[in-house]
């Protein structure tokens, strides 16, 4: 998840999100320019498994099950720049009158014909890796109710999420002006994840990228989705790889029963508490090896580009879902 290569052009009335965080301002392309400088980090050998933290003693549990088994699109984030955690309130209503605005400017916005709706900003306490990382918070739209009597919200009809996981060495660079939160992740109409990209961008002087995952750290999710502990599976493992050909390109499905896939990692994962690239390229090979034996096709050859599991699926494009109950 290294790669933000983003396509450069200006802002549209078009309904993708991407055209509407692309028109920088002098500071996002400094910012941009000193991420292109060092976007070249070369993947560590070994990752850590993060363990159970104290944080989530104060997680609120009715807003992480919201957060579940839903499909979030996933975006990265430049700092926030003059962010106040203290300001919410007041950020939920200037975000309201700004989505009524642009609906009323005719711009694609799925909110409802009425405008009746209300924006909530809250934090997600919890949501973090270690002490130092800045609290993750909430979005979310909702239409009202209709009727006066009742003193309860409508259907959530948009919410995105803004969270920074173990960021030390992001943190170590950002000033005190700057908020750091550099993963977004949005579940909603694309039309109304645009013009909330498009109002933060203009309040905090922030830049959205679209975030794809590439094959490689596909990879390493399966490896380590595969090793979790699950109380029941509740789906297959399965992988998806495309083989690009004309005049269309061609998918291949490779499901596994979860048991076999955890038994297959198990004799290969030697050090517990961390994930070695050496073990991740094995667990790989072995189903490819499998595979060749089977249907004799080179898996190898081809481009993965969606895993699945009974914990969590991902997609090349940018799509997670969370599958733990």
Known sequence: MDSYDVPESTPSASSRPEDYFVGATPLQKRLESIRKQTSFIPTPPRRKVPQCSQLQEDVDPQKVAFLLHKQWTLYSLTPLYKFSYSNLKEYSRLLNAFIVAEKQKGLAVEVGEDFNIKVIFSTLLGMKGTQRDPEAFLVQILSKSQLPSENREGKVLWTGWFCCIFGDSLLETVSEDFTCLPL?????????????????????????????????????????????????????????????????????????????????????HKTPGEVTQEEVDLFMDCLYSHFHRHFKIHLSATRLVRVSTSVASAHTDGKIKDSVS
């Open 184 to 268: 977004f992740l949005a579940n909603g109409a694309e039309s109304n994840t645009a013009i909330i990209g498009t109002w933060f961008q203009k309040t905090f002087d922030c830049y959205f990228s679209p975030l794809t995952i590439n094959a490689f750290n596909l990879s390493w999710m399966a490896a380590m989705w595969t090793a979790c502990k699950v109380d029941h599976y509740v789906a297959t493992t399965e992988f998806l790889w495309s083989v690009p050909c004309s005049p269309q390109s061609l998918d291949i499905s490779y499901a596994i029963h979860p048991e076999d896939a955890k038994a297959l990692w198990d004799s290969i």
